[in-house]
């Protein structure tokens, strides 16, 4: 579907750890696009209305996760900023392996 490449772009920044990638990913998945999407899905007269409930509420549950992930993952950056103004080395090498971050 439309929303094809964009779910792997958005696989791809969980699988990679990449909350910049993450975010662009969700921009780009949600929207209008993703409405556009869901209603081609409902409308879908080729497959049976159980297929097509599971596909979208699979959609709905990979973007609700990568949203909450993203969520998390901006906290973490926060605290790798507050730490690395503090000055500690050991603390910011401590944070840093916690999150283990692709940037």
């Known amino acids: 579907g439309e929303l094809s490449p964009s779910l792997i772009f958005l696989d791809a920044a969980l ?11 969700l921009h780009e998945t949600t929207g209008v696009r993703y409405l556009c999407a869901v ?3 409902r409308r879908s007269s080729s497959m049976p209305a159980a297929c097509r ?3 979208e509420s699979d959609l709905a549950t990979r973007i609700v996760r990568a949203r909450t992930i993203l969520g998390d993952w901006k906290n973490g950056i926060r605290k790798i900023r507050e730490v690395r103004r503090s000055g500690d080395p ?3 090498k401590e944070v840093l392996a916690h ?3 692709a940037e």
């Open 53 to 55: 409930h599971s596909m």
């Open 99 to 101: 999150w283990r971050f």
């Open 15 to 25: 699988r990679n750890r990449n909350p910049h990638c993450l975010e662009a990913a």
């Open 39 to 41: 209603s081609a899905l």
């Open 90 to 92: 050991e603390k910011l």
